[in-house]
């Protein structure tokens, strides 16, 4: 099962694993770049860089691929080259993400529902997933909010999302910490993303803690929203249940389930 840590470097870095990196001033997008390169290369496997396009790209003999100039979304890029790596006999893709407030879908919901995708297509196809983001360029709530659909974190310094959520098994996802008016929006963004792709939504939440009033709202409004599908909460704490059921959500037009 994959479950959320932190790690010191790449090497200690699994297939499948999906990386937040935030990074300082003084790191350099090209030498991080071809050092990933290398790595990959010393594990065989298949490296692709997401990001700007810079001069010292054609160094690498790698994919370098532009959010900007994308046919399509950076999903169906990765996954397609996912297919490459695997036919062209490498072990596995290793992807970096340089994400940057200036790119393509760099703001807001579409950011968060960008990584979701990316979330999911680590935990389906085993790729490493590493996103790289410049510290100085984003504000610390938006990095928190990122950070809560990657399940690893790389560096000495993790970000410390309210809440996290992440794939942990085929039709299921992991939620963790205490979903809070500052998490609501970022959570009902998630919902929303993942019931617009299937029609029932599996939630583990032997770890979640607490939905406050502004979470269990979010929750509620997303599945009025959606009412043809359905939301299985499982494993929820006898307080989580209770303050459902108090606040009066657990009625017959919010299709949700909350179990023990």
């Not at 994308?70 to 169906?76: F, K, Q, R, T, V």
């Not at 062209?88 to 879908?105: E, I």
Request: overall charge negative; proline content about 5%.
């Amino acid at each position: 099962m994959r479950a959320p840590r932190t790690l010191a470097n790449l090497d200690e870095a699994d297939n499948g694993d999906h990386l937040c990196q935030v990074l300082d001033r003084s790191e350099d997008v090209v030498d991080r770049s071809r050092a990933f390169v290398a790595d990959a290369a010393s594990h065989g496997d298949k490296a692709v860089i997401v990001g700007p396009p810079f001069e010292e790209a054609h160094e690498f003999a790698t994919l370098v691929l532009d959010p900007a100039r994308l046919e399509g979304s950076l999903l169906a890029a990765v996954r397609r080259e996912a297919a490459n790596a695997d036919r062209q006999g490498f072990r596995s893709l290793r992807v970096l993400h340089h994400a940057t407030p200036g790119g393509s879908g760099a703001h807001g919901t579409e950011l968060l529902r960008s990584e979701l995708e990316l979330e999911e297509f680590a935990a389906d196809t085993g790729a490493l997933v590493v996103c790289a983001y410049n510290g100085a360029d984003w504000d610390p709530p938006d990095l928190r909010r990122i950070a809560c659909v990657h399940p690893h974190h790389l560096g000495s310094q993790p970000l410390s999302p309210a809440f996290r959520m992440y794939r942990t098994e085929k039709e299921g996802w992991m939620v963790s910490g205490i979903v809070d008016s500052d998490g609501a929006a970022a959570f009902a963004t998630i919902m929303c993303t993942l019931l617009a792709q299937r029609a029932a939504v599996r939630l583990l939440c032997h770890d979640l803690e607490f939905l406050d009033a502004a979470g269990m709202t979010a929750l509620a409004d997303v599945a009025r929203y959606l009412p043809d599908r359905k939301i299985i909460l499982e494993g929820t704490n006898e307080t989580v249940r209770l303050a459902w059921n108090l606040s009066g959500f657990a009625t017959p037009d919010v299709p949700v389930v909350m179990t023990p």
